[in-house]
């Protein structure tokens, strides 16, 4: 059962977007997706409150304040959101639990310093060998001279780029209604699935 952890001790940098989406992509492809929330804010969780029921169906993982615990028998895929300043117990059962861990980032030069500190711990981590990490540009620009910045700085990490996903309403109208790019016709988000392709073959890699 593959845990797929979406993280980044920097607020607002797009991992509800990202988990909620990551979520959707495994229950199109026909799994039993669970997706649990740590984040005080508990925007996944009230995004799944929204989903309407013909809608593929993703589980909530219902989680304490104190405690992280395995997903129930019958789940074959888990996404955890994170929430910022991960950090002490949380930050280690999280990093215990994850298979893949996805870094979201936007081209901007606090997200680049916080997120090579908190790159810098998941590398000191005793789990952080058996640990996939990939990297997710956030709310990209091609055309800006932020996103060439954060292009040579990711290139500077020796971690794989899982995609740069523009800057886009598709994602907030959809959020809005509890779904996500993989529920809807695909000729709608065409240019935002295509930027998905790589992130989605490296969600398939065992």
Excluded at 27 to 54: C, F, T
Excluded at 157 to 181: C, D, F, K, S
Aim: proline residues 6%; hydrophobic residues 45%; charged residues 20%.
């Amino acid at each position: 059962m593959p845990v797929v952890v979406v993280a980044n001790p920097k607020g607002g940098v797009g991992k509800s977007t990202l988990a909620t989406n990551i979520a959707g992509y495994f229950a199109s492809q026909g799994h039993a997706v669970m997706l649990g929330d740590a984040d005080r804010q508990q925007s996944s969780r009230l995004w799944l409150g929204l989903r309407p029921e013909a809608a593929r169906p993703i589980s909530t993982w219902e989680m304490t304040s104190d405690m992280i615990v395995r997903p129930p028998k019958g789940t074959t895929h888990v996404v955890l959101d994170t929430p910022g300043g991960l950090h002490g117990w949380r930050f280690n059962d999280v990093m215990k639990m994850a298979d893949k861990l996805v870094v979201p980032l936007q081209p901007s030069v606090f997200d680049i310093f916080a997120t090579r500190d908190f790159l810098d711990k998941v590398a000191e981590h005793r789990h952080a060998g058996k640990l996939a990490v990939g990297l997710v540009g956030m709310r990209v620009d091609a055309r800006t001279l932020a996103a060439d910045k954060l292009r040579a700085y990711i290139a500077s990490l020796n971690l794989p780029v899982l995609g740069e996903l523009r800057n886009t309403q598709n994602y907030v109208h959809l959020a809005a209604r509890g779904l996500t790019l993989f529920d809807v016709a695909p000729q709608r988000v065409e240019k935002d699935l295509e930027q998905w392709q790589e992130l989605c073959r490296w969600l398939d890699t065992p």
